[in-house]
């Protein structure tokens, strides 16, 4: 069966998110990489073990064990504590650019964390609809954890 490609429309996706944290710069970012590494988690509450290697070239990657697991990215740049940038596939097995961007900045007696997500290829609708959500929860979830 041939399938035709999508029109390049339907190819680009842009997520833009702001979270405002009451916490200090540093103890957000520590808190971000805490919840996009090993405290990762779905919704649900289920584990979704990842790990985070914070250096320019580290890797991001969902570990199952014994040598198993899915590359989401590497560290594109990363200027602690106010910028962490990774590229990959993220969570496709399929052609697919990403880039997400963390920029932390103090604000307000707090940290704004100011989140962007820019995709180029075949995006599955499945996936086009929660991804949204998703990076929505991580920042949530990274703003309780710091504020303790």
């Known amino acids: 069966m041939i399938q035709t490609a999508p029109g390049i429309e ?5 997520i833009k998110q702001e979270m405002h944290v009451n916490a200090p710069l540093d103890v957000t970012f520590d808190a971000l990489l805490e919840e996009i590494g090993p405290s990762n988690e779905r919704d ?8 985070i ?8 990657y969902r570990d199952l064990g014994s040598d198993n697991g899915h590359l989401w990215g ?21 052609p697919l650019l990403n880039n997400v961007q963390y ?6 007696g707090g940290t704004l964390i ?11 609708d499945q ?7 998703g990076w929505a929860s991580i920042l949530e979830k990274a703003r309780k954890r710091a504020e303790k």
């Open 10 to 14: 339907n190819m680009a996706l842009e």
């Open 114 to 124: 100011a989140f962007r997500h820019t995709a180029l290829g075949f995006i599955e």
């Open 103 to 108: 920029r932390l900045s103090e604000k307000d």
């Open 74 to 94: 590497h560290v594109q740049a990363i200027k602690r504590p106010t910028l962490l940038e990774i590229s990959g596939p993220l969570f496709a097995s399929y």
């Open 127 to 133: 996936h086009r609809q929660g991804v949204a959500h």
């Open 44 to 51: 649900q509450g289920d584990p979704m073990p990842m790990k």
């Open 53 to 60: 290697e914070p250096w320019p070239g580290g890797r991001w």
